[in-house]
Structure formats: structure tokens, C-alpha cells
């Protein structure tokens, strides 16, 4: 008898605990003047420290309850189509355009349409001014399935120690081009390579391949054609290997490679972001070319403390033969991998909620509050009617993980609001700040093009990409590295291997989206 | 001959219908299936039930519409494979990561096993046996780090080496060429001492009087394990062989996705990375369709692999799995 008692609970055990994991627990019922939304989770804890953002939630009367994702990107997205399948989708949810597009008409989640103009009459009059954001957002019957976020439109700028220029009698003022900028890396060499084996003058993180605005082989796309892979390489890692200048490219990268004056590491693709950061800090390492303010970035963590010289500066965008200032790779307008999306399950009641919350972002006293903060707390308005910060960037943005602080760095994402640039660009250290208000100009960036694919042809198109980008970031590193011997005919047979591959399809589809956005 | 057919009347009248012979034998072992329950719907549920998941190889998939109202496209997707013209690369790239971890891997745990078992003292043999066993439960994320930290061109062990003799430092971790044998180092580092145990388990049962006959014989150690332990252990071995094969296309991913870099795509680029960048990377809309397809394909090509290698064992060696 007991050796069946034993026996039976033994299986029931084995049983419950099987079945415990697959058990899902209910979504709370939640109150119409709430929400749940599904976000990456490093916005969800950016959120959670955001005055502004509390500030919002007062004003709207609102609250969102966040559902923390993951944090790699590609895993956000995986999820939301593992809460599809299991039906525990919470009310909103972080989502990229080419899911909406898809879900969407298969009924996933709800067209917002007919309730923007019931319930979010800034929102609808954003839309209204913005056809290319319309067109962007709504399929050819009118629906809209997905909200984009506004996106600063901002390059990568080229830091770099101006203590070790000075040192080494190097004026940065008369780096105007490339060839100067290879002459000012052999200087540098010379000065501190002499007794540093590790130095290496121009060094980065991951990926080499982001010099292509300075060489003008960017990918790109227009009315008259399109040139390498635009889809999603519009700013990082953009480049053309059908371009002349692409050869010019890699054979100046393996120049830069073959004399030491480039972390090597780095072009071969093995040096990681902390690789990168040891590097600037510990002096072995001049010139990088990377995110925006990744130059202030080196002055607060750690450079003045490893070099008491230490200091950071930004160059200006290089000129061409001509003179002619040459334009960097900037952002789109619109960042199609930030799009909230609706339950399509979700009462009208909710859906009103949901858009009374976005909408106040796109009402003036929203879009202040997003982007400045509070009047007298974060900022002021000068005599000219201008709005300038009072709370110091590095008190604030230097605040332990959790506090509450002022941040306005637009380029994460919070809500779906339309971005100030020149809030989020004066959002910034003095050195950054300053930058930005000399090189973020319109005469040095080209903005990125937000570009309208159907569902076949994303799919097409997300698949081909995901082998030739790779294939040609490869090919082109075997030829800097020197594993392949980079002539004209290898050259030649590369870029007919990376056209059989799919790179003449992929620009043929980004034509044709091209014409689909923005033609006649 | 009355009393035999009176005898089978009997019996067949004795003999219960199916029905009736499951009813009592589940009331007499209830416990037991009780106890066999959770198992059996684990098996149904996570092993059994997902292969049905692989009907969306013919179909084009989408979350919200399920594996039963996702549009049917027949062989669109298998089709599209052999169209696809990066399919050749990356199949040969698994193919060769595949041979050589047959050939080079496969045999390190049974030369492994045959040397230990030569060991006497019963202390070292155990000691070595644990030590060998422990990289098995390094994740492969601490495998790649300790790998990249010994091949570090500014700091690792192995440059430092190189540059006291003289040498330049090289970074293995970015050539093409070194990839294959770095992979299969950490396949051996990590899966020989698990491999060993089932060898040496093997050695263990074979009967001592056998290599006691074979020194009164005067074989020497290399004839004990050349006529003795390794035919002794050939069914074990072909067991393996079998399941090796059985496993010819499944690379280490995590592996390869940590060692992953732009100067090694070229040998480092397999069926699975290719899988995982369409499916669960997707720049786009993912194509978990096309994805389960070439997933699908492959394991049918690994299924007729085992089957044939099945068959030669029989043939050849008299032992088969199945």
C-alpha cells in the first residue's frame, strides 16, 4: 500500500512538473486608462529612468505596463512572433515594419486608421504633413498596422586624440582628404609606433568596412538605379563593390593594413567593442570612426585618468578633389525596427487608450516635453523664443543605472514621437554638442531613404541579403588582408561571383521599391 | 486426438479478445504505466509532436496563421534550395566540418580509451578519466573565450611563443585555413572524455581471462589490443560510428556562431549559420519555411547516411543498430 502511495505521487510529481512549464498565466485584466506593451527590455529599463517620460504618463493620465523581450534585436522580433503563436500577445508590442506588413492583413493586429482620426487628432494631423511617413505606414488599402518612430538624423563622425596630433606635429586642420588622412596615420605611426608595438593609428570595433563615405561608394538607391545592398546598409556598412571607388576603397584599406597603420584585428574583423575601447584608452589607438559621441564617451570613461593629456576632438567630413565636402551616411527619417504595433484582440476602449498616449506626443506640449523636458526644470526659452538646456548633460547622463534623470537621447526607443534633431544633437557634452552643430548639417549628411517593399519582395530581398552581404564583407576582407591578391581580374571575378550570388536581384528590388515610394 | 481438440476448444475459449487482454493487464500494472505516463507525453509532446512542425517546410509560414491555415506551397521552398546558388558552399563547408569530425574526432576517444586502459594504477586511470570528462560541461562560450585568449595575437600563450622563437604573431581566430582545425580541437578537447566512458566501459567487460591466455601465449601489450580489446569493443564502436554518421550535418552552432567572423566565412559558413541567419536574423520578414526546408532536407540525407553505414556494418562486421 504505501509502495502505491509512493509510486502514485512519484508520477503525479513527474507529471505536474511537466506540465508546469507549459502552463501560461493569464494577462491581468487592466484598467482603461492602462496598457500593456511587449519592448526590447534595455528601452523598457531606459524608460523606467526617463523624467520626461513620468511626466507624460502624469500629463495623459496613462500608464503602460511594460513586458520586458530580450536584448538582441533579431531575439525581440523572434519573440513576437513566438507570443503570435502562443496568443499572449500583451496590447502593444515593439515590433519591425516587415512583421506589421505581414501580420497585419492576416488580422494580427488592428488597423489604427480609423481610430486616429477618431482619437488622435495630432497624430492624424502628423500623418496628414507627412505623406512620406503615410506612405510608409499604411498598405494600399489605406490601413495602418504599425506606428514607426521618428529617427535623429545623425553620421558617424571621425574622433580622435588631439593630444597625440600635437605631439606629433600634426595639424588636424590640414587633414582635408583621404591622402591626407593616410599621411597623417604614417606620421603618427612613425611618432608612437616607434616604441609601442600595439600602436596602431586608425583602430575600431568589428566591422572595417565603414570608411565608403569617405571613398563616395556608398549603396544607394534613386530614380535612375540602385548600387549595393540599401536594405538596411543605408548608413552602417553601406558601400557599392560595383563602384570604381570601391576598389580605390580596399586597395587604400590594404595599403593602411599592409604598413600597420590599422589595428589589424580590426580588419580582420576579430577586434570587439571592448578590444576597441582598451585600446583608445591605453594609447594604442589615434583615429576611430564610429557612433556620434563616441568621443565624449572615451573623455568620461576613462581616457584623462589613463593620460592626464588625454583629449578627444571630432574631425570635420573629408573634401573631395574638388574641394567639395563629402557627404557621410546618415540615418532615415524613419526607424522601421521600432514600430509599435496593436493587438488586434484589443476593445476599442484600449485601442483609444493606447492612441491618446501616442497622440500626446505629437501635441506641441507633447513634442516639448520629449524632446526638452520640463520649462525652468531641464530648459529654458531664451528672448529669441528659442529653447536652450539648464540641466547639465554630464550630471544627469552620469547617474547611477536606475535614478531618475533628464535624457533626451532620441535615437532609443520610447515612444513613437517625432524627434527635435536639433534638441537631441544639443542633448550633448560641449565637444559633441559643438560638433554636431558644425557637422550634422545637411551639406554633410545624406539622409537615409525609408523605401516601400511588399511582402514578397521583402522576403526576396531579406534573404539575399542575409548571404551577399556577408559573402562580399568576406570577399573584400581576404582581399585587405592580403589572403586574396587584390588585382583587377580578381577584383572583377569577385564582383561577378557576388552579381551570381544576388547582389544584381537585391538592386533590382530596390529599384523597383524605389519607384513603388517614391515614383510618379 | 479427441482430447488434444477438446484441449484447444478449451484454450480458445479461455483466450480474451485484445481489448480484454490490455483492460487486465493495465489493471494489473497500473502503476507501472502510471509511472510511464509523464515520460510517454514528454515524448509525444516535445519530441514527437514538433516533427509534425516541419510540415511548414510546404508552406509559406506565418505566425499568426499556424501550421494549419499557413498558404500550402507544395516543393516551392526544396526547389528553391537547389536554385539558391550559395546552398553549394555552405553544404560543402558542413560536409568537410563533418568528415573531419568523423575522422579526426571519432578515434581520439578510442585511442584514448585503449592507452588509459593500459594505465595500472587504478588512482591515475580514474583521475585522468574525471579530468578528461570535465570539459564537457564548459559552455561553448567559455570554450571560444579561453580558445581566443590563447590565440590572442597581442597576449595569447601561443603568439608569445611564436614571437619568443623569433616568429610573427599570427591571429588564427581571422584565417580562413585555421578555423576547421581550431572547431575540431575544441570538438576533441570537449567530447573525448564523454565519448571515453562508453570505450571504457566496453574494455571493462571483456573477459580478463582472455588477456590472461594471450600472455601465457607471449603476446606483447600492442597484440593484447590489437587482438584482444579492440575486436572486443568493435560493437561499441560501431554503435558510435553509426550515430556519428547519424549526426554528420549537426555542427556545433553556438560553436561556430562565437568563432564566426568576416575573414573566416568562407570555411566557416555552414547549413546551420545559413539556417539561422534567414530564419531567426532576418533583416526582413523571417523565412522560417524556407529555413525548415533545408533543416528538413538534410536530416533526410542523414537518415539514408545512417541506414546505408547501418547496412555495411551488418554486412561487414555483423552488428547493426537497428
Excluded at chain 1, 501635441?363 to 539648464?390: C, M, R
Excluded at chain 2, 571519432?106 to 580509451?113: A, D, E, L, M, Q
Excluded at chain 2, 588564427?172 to 578537447?189: H, S
Excluded at chain 2, 571504457?200 to 582472455?210: C, G, P, R, S, V
Aim: glycine residues 6%; charged residues 20%.
Amino acid at each position: 500500500m504505501k509502495k502505491k502511495l509512493i509510486s502514485t505521487l512519484l508520477a503525479a510529481a513527474m507529471l505536474g512538473t511537466m506540465v508546469a512549464g507549459t502552463t501560461v498565466s493569464a494577462d491581468e485584466a487592466a484598467g482603461d486608462n492602462t496598457y500593456t506593451m511587449f519592448m526590447r527590455n534595455t528601452y523598457v529599463n531606459w524608460i523606467k529612468e526617463l523624467k520626461w517620460y513620468d511626466a507624460a504618463e502624469e500629463a495623459t493620465g496613462i500608464h503602460v505596463e511594460y513586458v520586458e523581450g530580450p536584448d538582441e534585436f533579431s531575439d525581440v522580433y523572434a519573440e513576437v512572433d513566438q507570443r503570435i503563436i502562443s496568443g499572449t500577445l500583451p496590447d502593444a508590442t515593439m515590433t519591425k515594419l516587415s512583421q506589421t506588413n505581414v501580420y497585419g492583413p492576416q488580422g494580427a493586429f488592428a488597423d489604427l486608421a480609423p481610430y486616429i482620426e477618431k482619437y488622435a487628432p495630432n497624430l492624424q494631423k502628423y500623418i496628414d504633413e507627412n505623406p512620406d511617413y503615410k506612405a510608409l505606414v499604411s498598405d494600399e488599402n489605406g490601413a495602418i498596422y504599425g506606428l514607426v518612430k521618428e529617427s535623429p538624423i545623425f553620421q558617424d563622425f571621425l574622433g580622435y586624440r588631439a593630444d597625440h596630433l600635437e605631439k606629433a606635429g600634426i595639424d588636424p586642420a590640414s587633414i582635408q582628404t583621404v591622402e591626407d588622412f593616410t599621411e597623417a596615420l604614417r606620421t603618427l605611426k612613425d611618432y608612437y609606433g616607434k616604441d609601442n608595438p600595439n600602436y596602431y593609428p586608425l583602430t575600431g570595433r568589428e566591422g572595417v568596412f565603414r570608411f565608403a563615405a569617405w571613398f563616395q561608394c556608398l549603396s544607394d538607391v534613386s530614380a535612375e538605379a540602385s548600387h549595393g545592398i540599401y536594405m538596411s546598409h543605408f548608413k552602417d556598412y553601406s558601400f557599392d563593390i560595383m563602384s570604381d571607388n570601391a576598389y580605390t576603397m580596399v586597395e587604400t584599406m590594404k595599403t593602411w593594413y599592409d604598413e600597420g597603420l590599422i589595428q589589424p584585428q580590426f580588419a580582420e574583423g576579430t577586434f570587439t567593442e571592448g578590444d576597441w575601447e582598451a585600446d583608445m584608452i591605453n594609447g594604442n589607438g589615434t583615429f576611430f570612426y564610429d557612433y556620434y559621441n563616441r568621443a565624449e564617451w572615451f573623455m568620461e570613461n576613462g581616457g584623462p585618468e589613463a593620460d592626464p593629456d588625454y583629449q578627444m576632438a571630432v574631425l570635420d567630413n573629408f573634401k573631395d578633389a574638388d574641394g567639395n565636402v563629402i557627404v557621410g551616411a546618415g540615418a532615415c527619417k524613419y526607424n522601421e525596427e521600432c514600430v509599435t504595433a496593436v493587438n488586434a484582440n484589443c476593445g476599442e476602449e484600449k485601442i483609444k487608450t493606447i492612441l491618446t498616449f501616442i497622440d500626446y506626443f505629437y501635441s506641441e506640449e507633447g513634442i516639448a516635453l520629449a524632446n526638452y523636458g520640463v520649462e525652468g526644470e531641464s530648459y529654458e526659452v531664451e528672448a529669441d523664443g528659442t529653447k536652450k538646456f539648464i540641466a547639465d548633460y554630464t550630471t544627469e547622463e552620469s547617474k547611477p543605472e536606475g535614478e531618475k534623470k533628464w535624457s533626451f537621447l532620441s535615437d532609443r526607443f520610447t515612444v513613437c514621437k517625432p524627434v527635435d534633431n536639433t534638441a537631441f544633437f544639443a542633448w550633448n557634452a560641449p565637444l559633441i554638442a559643438d560638433a554636431c552643430a558644425n557637422y550634422m548639417t545637411e551639406d554633410h549628411i545624406r539622409t537615409g531613404l525609408n523605401l516601400t517593399y511588399t511582402a514578397e519582395e521583402s522576403e526576396e530581398l531579406a534573404n539575399l541579403v542575409a548571404t551577399v552581404f556577408d559573402a562580399e564583407v568576406a570577399g573584400m576582407t581576404s582581399f585587405v588582408t592580403g589572403s586574396k591578391e587584390l588585382n583587377a581580374d580578381n577584383w572583377s571575378a569577385f564582383q561577378d561571383e557576388m552579381n551570381g550570388m544576388g547582389l544584381s536581384r537585391i538592386e533590382e528590388l530596390q529599384f523597383e521599391a524605389y519607384n513603388n515610394t517614391y515614383g510618379e | 486426438m479427441a482430447g488434444k481438440r477438446k484441449a484447444a476448444v478449451v484454450s480458445a475459449a479461455n483466450k480474451k479478445s485484445l481489448p480484454q487482454r490490455i483492460k487486465k493487464d493495465l489493471k494489473r500494472n497500473w502503476i507501472l504505466y502510471l509511472l510511464l505516463l509523464p515520460g510517454i507525453l514528454s515524448l509525444i509532446l516535445f519530441k514527437i509532436g514538433p516533427v509534425g512542425g516541419m510540415v511548414i517546410a510546404f508552406e509559406k509560414f506565418s505566425a499568426f496563421q499556424g501550421v494549419f491555415h499557413s498558404k500550402w506551397v507544395g516543393l516551392d521552398n526544396f526547389a528553391r534550395i537547389f536554385k539558391d546558388p550559395y546552398i553549394p558552399k555552405v553544404v560543402g563547408n558542413t560536409i568537410i566540418l563533418a568528415v573531419l569530425s568523423i575522422v579526426v574526432v571519432f578515434p581520439i576517444p578510442i585511442i584514448f580509451s585503449l592507452f588509459l586502459n593500459e594505465v595500472k594504477q587504478k588512482w591515475i586511470k580514474s583521475t585522468v578519466q574525471s579530468l578528461s570528462f570535465l570539459p564537457y560541461f564548459i559552455s561553448a562560450a567559455v570554450m571560444v573565450s579561453i580558445l581566443y585568449t590563447l590565440l590572442s595575437p597581442s597576449s595569447g600563450l601561443v603568439n608569445n611563443i611564436i614571437r619568443w622563437f623569433g616568429g610573427k604573431s599570427v591571429n588564427f581566430m581571422a584565417k580562413p585555413g585555421w578555423f576547421r582545425p581550431e572547431y575540431v580541437l575544441l570538438e576533441v578537447w570537449q567530447t573525448l572524455g564523454y565519448s571515453a566512458i562508453i570505450y571504457i566501459a566496453a574494455i571493462n567487460n571483456i573477459d580478463q581471462e582472455l588477456y590472461e591466455a594471450a600472455e601465457v601465449d607471449g603476446a606483447n601489450r600492442w597484440d593484447k589490443i590489437f587482438r584482444i580489446t579492440l575486436p572486443c569493443i568493435s560493437t561499441s564502436i560501431i554503435v558510435m560510428l553509426i550515430i556519428s554518421v547519424g549526426n554528420i550535418f549537426t555542427v556545433n552552432l553556438d560553436r561556430i556562431l562565437l568563432m564566426y567572423n568576416p575573414s573566416v566565412y568562407d570555411t566557416a559558413d555552414v547549413i546551420q549559420t545559413y539556417v539561422y541567419r534567414i530564419a531567426f536574423e532576418s533583416k526582413g520578414f523571417p523565412d522560417y519555411s524556407y529555413g525548415t526546408a533545408v533543416n528538413l532536407l538534410k536530416s533526410v540525407i542523414a537518415f539514408a547516411l545512417v541506414t546505408a553505414v547501418n547496412k555495411l556494418a551488418d554486412k561487414f562486421a555483423e552488428t547493426r543498430l537497428f
